[in-house]
């Protein structure tokens, strides 16, 4: 082949990869072209007002795509623009998925005008408005408003306020000064007396009356005259008062007192007035004036007295001392404490200074009285005090009744002396009432009523008379057992009585457990507790028995004593239900009548010692029979309705029954 063919078909070779290169390319731009038409996310920008959209310029601020007139292409999932207009401030926004593809509003906000302004008088009490609205308040002001035209004012209050008109455009800022012209105005000033000497400023400008002319502002009025006191009052002149009026009334001139008291720290009162300057004191000196000084513990002193213009007066006064009598007594006899200092022994008159003391009555065992006194000359003041015993306070707090767990209702009782038995003058008297000198100085608690046999049931099962007649034909041990039960489920855990293999062998006087009462309790209870004398029969000491008093025998009654009605039935053939007849005068039930009732004391016919004075005498350690007391359903003769009767047994009967007691407190 010849050379020149080779070159032929070389060229051609040449041509036909041109080609195939062509055409590749042609084929991955339209493949290009075709992924990216498929990708490509249109949205159109419709922006607001409509006045920014022929100058407005739109731009890409985040994603990868490109912004052409109002429309946005983007290849990117996100896509933030910017619009721009000269007047409006720059809106950003974030193309969300529901415009993509379709329209996206865009709002652009007018951008204020700001308005700079001051004044040439610099008043910081300016006002400022705008439109008629109070906007600030100073020498000057800098504030932001809507485009337009305004009506700017400053208001001075020594100059004439100034109104001035102003037109901005959207973000333009003005920068003005306004000339303000000061209030025309003057002062009128009158004084009484006149003729009065009148400054401005520190210039005399005459005397009064007398009209001044001033230009806005704050002026120092002085005003003087002889035999006056100087007055300086500020006087202002604005344009909301550019004439101001003052009328002065000129006080004389003032005298000077200069007082010495003694003693000191005293009340000084003037004119009506307390002082609490002790120095030199200005006072008018055209009037009289009424000084007191009084101090607590002294006489008070008074004074009348005037001052010369200017003068000076030095006044002394020393008040005398003032006492009074106090006479204190009390029950019992007690030391006395006055102001935390022993000043003797209940009853004495004291001379004390007439300020308040704090005075305390005390005595070992009973609470401390604390009183406050003030004595004075004019009277005598009395403290009569009756102290209490710490037992007797602790008593007050202590349940006056309560119930037991048996049902049981108990009173409290406070009791005092009595004088047991019955002389041998008195009718239906025994030989065996001796008469016993006894003080009760132990509280203690007595069940209201009698026993029930529905209550002694509950610890005695084979009681079957569950009922509310008295319990009776028990021995005084049942009774004394009785009391023990009952202390144990009340959880008393110290019985009164001591029991052996069922055998009583003793009791505790220290116990706060149930008993029987003494027979010393029992007697006051009958004749003295709610009354004030100790009776012979619980009614009192006449030998008529009122209507209703118990449950005695309906038979002729011997010895003398009769009932108020002959023909007196108190309804019961023998025993009665507790508490059907009325209670005594300290609220007991039958303590007279229904059944005589065991007490706690061994029975003893031995005469006490002469004179001697028994204290909670509780009996014998060691005896056989008990005493009961109280008359019953059976009793008859007046011997037997006196409470001073004693009874005694061992073992129990129809007519005995018996109640509960204890102590308060141990």
Request: charge should be positive; glycine fraction near 8%.
């Given at each position: 082949?010849?050379?020149?063919?080779?070159?032929?078909?070389?060229?051609?070779?040449?041509?036909?990869?041109?080609?195939?290169?062509?055409?590749?390319?042609?084929?991955?731009?339209?493949?290009?072209?075709?992924?990216?038409?498929?990708?490509?996310?249109?949205?159109?920008?419709?922006?607001?007002?409509?006045?920014?959209?022929?100058?407005?310029?739109?731009?890409?601020?985040?994603?990868?795509?490109?912004?052409?007139?109002?429309?946005?292409?983007?290849?990117?999932?996100?896509?933030?623009?910017?619009?721009?207009?000269?007047?409006?401030?720059?809106?950003?926004?974030?193309?969300?998925?529901?415009?993509?593809?379709?329209?996206?509003?865009?709002?652009?906000?007018?951008?204020?005008?700001?308005?700079?302004?001051?004044?040439?008088?610099?008043?910081?009490?300016?006002?400022?408005?705008?439109?008629?609205?109070?906007?600030?308040?100073?020498?000057?002001?800098?504030?932001?408003?809507?485009?337009?035209?305004?009506?700017?004012?400053?208001?001075?209050?020594?100059?004439?306020?100034?109104?001035?008109?102003?037109?901005?455009?959207?973000?333009?800022?003005?920068?003005?000064?306004?000339?303000?012209?000061?209030?025309?105005?003057?002062?009128?000033?009158?004084?009484?007396?006149?003729?009065?000497?009148?400054?401005?400023?520190?210039?005399?400008?005459?005397?009064?009356?007398?009209?001044?002319?001033?230009?806005?502002?704050?002026?120092?009025?002085?005003?003087?005259?002889?035999?006056?006191?100087?007055?300086?009052?500020?006087?202002?002149?604005?344009?909301?008062?550019?004439?101001?009026?003052?009328?002065?009334?000129?006080?004389?001139?003032?005298?000077?007192?200069?007082?010495?008291?003694?003693?000191?720290?005293?009340?000084?009162?003037?004119?009506?007035?307390?002082?609490?300057?002790?120095?030199?004191?200005?006072?008018?000196?055209?009037?009289?004036?009424?000084?007191?000084?009084?101090?607590?513990?002294?006489?008070?002193?008074?004074?009348?007295?005037?001052?010369?213009?200017?003068?000076?007066?030095?006044?002394?006064?020393?008040?005398?001392?003032?006492?009074?009598?106090?006479?204190?007594?009390?029950?019992?006899?007690?030391?006395?404490?006055?102001?935390?200092?022993?000043?003797?022994?209940?009853?004495?008159?004291?001379?004390?200074?007439?300020?308040?003391?704090?005075?305390?009555?005390?005595?070992?065992?009973?609470?401390?009285?604390?009183?406050?006194?003030?004595?004075?000359?004019?009277?005598?003041?009395?403290?009569?005090?009756?102290?209490?015993?710490?037992?007797?306070?602790?008593?007050?707090?202590?349940?006056?009744?309560?119930?037991?767990?048996?049902?049981?209702?108990?009173?409290?009782?406070?009791?005092?002396?009595?004088?047991?038995?019955?002389?041998?003058?008195?009718?239906?008297?025994?030989?065996?009432?001796?008469?016993?000198?006894?003080?009760?100085?132990?509280?203690?608690?007595?069940?209201?009523?009698?026993?029930?046999?529905?209550?002694?049931?509950?610890?005695?099962?084979?009681?079957?008379?569950?009922?509310?007649?008295?319990?009776?034909?028990?021995?005084?041990?049942?009774?004394?057992?009785?009391?023990?039960?009952?202390?144990?489920?009340?959880?008393?855990?110290?019985?009164?009585?001591?029991?052996?293999?069922?055998?009583?062998?003793?009791?505790?006087?220290?116990?706060?457990?149930?008993?029987?009462?003494?027979?010393?309790?029992?007697?006051?209870?009958?004749?003295?507790?709610?009354?004030?004398?100790?009776?012979?029969?619980?009614?009192?000491?006449?030998?008529?028995?009122?209507?209703?008093?118990?449950?005695?025998?309906?038979?002729?009654?011997?010895?003398?004593?009769?009932?108020?009605?002959?023909?007196?039935?108190?309804?019961?053939?023998?025993?009665?239900?507790?508490?059907?007849?009325?209670?005594?005068?300290?609220?007991?039930?039958?303590?007279?009548?229904?059944?005589?009732?065991?007490?706690?004391?061994?029975?003893?016919?031995?005469?006490?010692?002469n004179n001697d004075v028994e204290y909670d005498p509780l009996g014998g350690t060691v005896g056989y029979?008990?005493?009961?007391?109280?008359?019953?359903?059976?009793?008859?003769?007046?011997?037997?309705?006196?409470?001073?009767?004693?009874?005694?047994?061992?073992?129990?009967?129809?007519?005995?029954?018996?109640?509960?007691?204890?102590?308060?407190?141990?």
């Amino acid at each position: 082949m010849s050379e020149y063919n080779l070159e032929i078909q070389s060229a051609k070779q040449r041509q036909r990869r041109f080609y195939g290169i062509v055409v590749s390319l042609l084929v991955v731009i339209g493949g290009l072209l075709v992924l990216w038409i498929g990708t490509v996310r249109v949205t159109t920008i419709e922006l607001f007002p409509e006045e920014v959209r022929s100058n407005a310029r739109i731009s890409l601020k985040q994603g990868i795509g490109f912004v052409q007139s109002e429309t946005v292409y983007s290849l990117s999932r996100e896509t933030v623009i910017s619009a721009v207009s000269a007047g409006f401030s720059t809106a950003t926004h974030k193309i969300k998925p529901e415009e993509e593809g379709d329209r996206a509003q865009v709002t652009l906000l007018a951008l204020p005008g700001i308005i700079r302004a001051s004044t040439n008088a610099a008043d910081p009490e300016t006002r400022w408005f705008i439109d008629g609205k109070l906007v600030s308040v100073g020498s000057e002001i800098s504030v932001e408003v809507e485009a337009g035209s305004h009506r700017l004012m400053a208001d001075s209050p020594y100059h004439e306020p100034e109104m001035y008109e102003v037109s901005l455009a959207r973000g333009e800022t003005t920068q003005l000064k306004l000339v303000l012209s000061p209030v025309q105005g003057q002062l009128e000033i009158t004084t009484s007396p006149a003729g009065a000497q009148v400054k401005i400023d520190g210039e005399i400008v005459g005397k009064s009356p007398l009209i001044v002319p001033e230009s806005g502002g704050r002026y120092s009025v002085e005003i003087s005259a002889p035999d006056r006191e100087t007055l300086i009052d500020n006087i202002q002149v604005t344009n909301r008062r550019p004439n101001p009026s003052r009328s002065y009334q000129l006080e004389p001139r003032k005298g000077y007192l200069v007082p010495s008291l003694s003693p000191k720290n005293g009340m000084l009162i003037i004119d009506g007035k307390e002082i609490s300057s002790r120095d030199r004191l200005p006072l008018s000196a055209i009037k009289k004036h009424n000084l007191s000084y009084q101090k607590a513990g002294y006489f008070t002193e008074n004074a009348k007295f005037s001052l010369s213009s200017g003068e000076e007066r030095k006044l002394t006064i020393k008040l005398r001392p003032e006492y009074g009598l106090v006479k204190i007594t009390s029950q019992p006899q007690a030391e006395i404490w006055i102001d935390s200092k022993p000043a003797g022994i209940t009853p004495v008159s004291l001379k004390l200074s007439a300020i308040r003391h704090n005075i305390k009555l005390k005595k070992m065992g009973y609470r401390t009285v604390e009183k406050q006194i003030t004595p004075s000359s004019k009277s005598t003041r009395k403290i009569q005090v009756t102290l209490k015993s710490e037992k007797q306070l602790k008593l007050e707090k202590i349940k006056k009744e309560f119930m037991s767990k048996a049902g049981i209702k108990f009173k409290m009782f406070t009791p005092d002396r009595i004088l047991m038995g019955a002389p041998r003058h008195e009718k239906g008297q025994r030989a065996n009432e001796f008469q016993r000198d006894v003080i009760l100085k132990k509280a203690f608690y007595v069940s209201l009523h009698e026993v029930t046999s529905a209550q002694y049931a509950q610890f005695k099962k084979s009681r079957a008379s569950a009922n509310s007649l008295p319990v009776t034909s028990i021995g005084w041990g049942d009774a004394a057992a009785f009391c023990n039960w009952l202390s144990q489920i009340d959880g008393l855990t110290d019985p009164f009585y001591r029991f052996s293999n069922g055998r009583y062998v003793g009791f505790n006087p220290a116990s706060k457990g149930y008993r029987l009462p003494s027979e010393a309790e029992w007697e006051w209870l009958a004749r003295k507790a709610g009354q004030t004398r100790q009776t012979i029969f619980t009614w009192g000491d006449d030998l008529v028995i009122p209507p209703g008093s118990g449950n005695f025998s309906n038979t002729a009654l011997q010895g003398g004593i009769q009932f108020s009605a002959s023909n007196y039935n108190d309804g019961f053939a023998r025993l009665a239900p507790v508490g059907s007849f009325k209670p005594n005068k300290a609220g007991l039930f039958d303590l007279e009548g229904n059944v005589s009732e065991w007490v706690h004391d061994y029975y003893s016919a031995i005469p006490p010692r002469n004179n001697d004075v028994e204290y909670d005498p509780l009996g014998g350690t060691v005896g056989y029979n008990h005493v009961f007391k109280g008359a019953s359903w059976r009793s008859e003769s007046l011997t037997k309705l006196r409470p001073a009767f004693r009874g005694s047994a061992y073992e129990g009967s129809d007519d005995v029954g018996f109640r509960v007691a204890r102590y308060v407190y141990k």
